[in-house]
Nanobody
Framework: VQLQAFGGGLVQAGGSLRLSCAAS????????MGWFRQAPGKEREFVAQ????????YYADSVKGRFTISRDNAKNTSYLQMNSLKPEDTAVYYC?????????????????WGRGTQLTVSS
């Protein structure tokens, strides 16, 4: 699976942004999709996961209520809508895919990764 994340940028605190992850694969709906992030000097951390059909989602406590993960299987694309952004959300955001749905998800579980997209939230 080839993944490409895009949509990052510079946003003021309290603002919103939507990230997209385009997948080059025939059976996109066979993959659970995840979003992770990595801030400078920190380990890559889980942000959100969506199941194959989009019916089941899972969020890190730090983003619950502010971020929404979704997917459009007809467009082979996963999305991460980010609202009420905080400076601590600043990181490189990565999308990932795997044939399994994990609970809880960790970076080690996902086998396919895209290049990251930078999000910077200014205070």
């Amino acid at each position: 699976v080839q993944l490409q994340a895009f949509g990052g940028g510079l946003v003021q605190a309290g603002g919103s942004l939507r990230l997209s992850c385009a997948a080059s694969v025939r059976s996109f709906s066979s993959y659970a999709m995840g979003w992770f992030r990595q801030a400078p000097g920190k380990e890559r951390e889980f942000v959100a996961q969506v199941s194959f059909s989009g019916a089941v989602t899972y969020y890190a406590d730090s983003v619950k209520g502010r971020f929404t993960i979704s997917r459009d299987n007809a467009k082979n694309t996963s999305y991460l809508q980010m609202n009420s952004l905080k400076p601590e959300d600043t990181a490189v955001y990565y999308c990932a895919a795997d044939l399994k749905l994990y609970d809880p998800p960790t970076a080690a579980d996902f086998r396919s990764w895209g290049r990251g997209t930078q999000l910077t939230v200014s205070s």
